[in-house]
């Protein structure tokens, strides 16, 4: 089940509005097969609307992001840029259809996640978020003791994202990102490090796989994954190589 915490200024914006972030909240909920058992709201100065969940799950389906294998393939389930649309916004120069697109994408829940955690041959998993995915194919690499290297040209990216990067619509986030993590990082081009420094909002799952695993890539043609690396034994102070 889910419960919400809404903070709303009811000074600049109408009680009404907060009842429309709450029917999409139950949409949502319904949509995962929870429901929205309640929650608590307050006047604040600015609006800000969440969900705590908790739930049940077999302790053999958890999947962790410390436990991938040499060999593994590495696969990511949505495109990259979020972060550099979500930015665009705040400039108020994102396009209409590329709006409608990045939200698409940040309300597509997670749900085959639970699919995966069925799967034996899924051997780590973790979402990406707000440290980019080079910040957590790190916390794969390092806590599994491995390295990566990753295949720019298969990464997924958001349509239109290199127009937004001409007009230097770049996050904070990404910046601070690559100085809290750079010196990890082997060559990259600095149009690389972008995109793959880019905080995501609600982005995709990250995959390390069996090199042999079709019932695993049968599900991922199915659902549109992109098989963008492979990890093996770490041999450097560098953990993630970027080729193009």
């Known amino acids: 089940m889910a419960i919400s915490i809404l903070g709303w200024p009811l000074s600049k914006l109408p009680a009404t509005m907060a009842g429309k972030v709450i029917e999409g909240a139950s949409e949502v909920c319904k949509s995962a097969g929870i429901p929205l058992a309640g929650g608590h709201s307050i006047d604040i100065s600015d609006p800000v609307f969440g969900l705590s969940v908790t739930g049940i799950v077999q302790k053999d389906q958890i999947k962790q992001n410390n436990t991938a294998l040499p060999g593994c393939r590495l696969f990511l389930t949505k495109p990259l840029g979020i972060g550099i649309l979500s930015t665009a916004a705040k400039k ?66 958001l349509e239109n994202i290199d127009n937004y990067i001409q007009k230097n619509s770049i996050p904070g986030g990404t910046h601070r990102n690559w100085k809290s993590y750079g010196q990890k ?29 079709p019932e695993f890539d049968e599900f991922a043609a199915k659902n549109g994954f992109a098989e963008i690396g492979l990890l093996d034994r770490s041999g450097s102070e560098k953990l993630i190589w970027v080729e193009e």
Request: with cysteine; proline share 1%.
């Open 185 to 213: 990082i082997g060559d990259i081009s600095e149009y690389q490090k972008l995109i793959l420094a880019d905080p995501q909002t609600s982005g995709g799952l990250l995959i390390a796989v069996d090199k042999a695993a």
């Open 92 to 157: 108020n120069i994102l396009e209409e259809e590329d709006y409608k697109r990045s939200v698409k994408w940040m309300t597509q829940l997670n749900s085959v996640g639970a699919e995966l955690g069925k799967m034996d041959c899924v051997r780590a998993m973790t979402d990406v978020t707000g440290f980019g995915l080079l910040g957590h194919l790190l916390e794969i690499c390092e806590g599994s003791k491995l390295s990566a290297i990753l295949h720019f040209s298969s990464i997924l990216k």
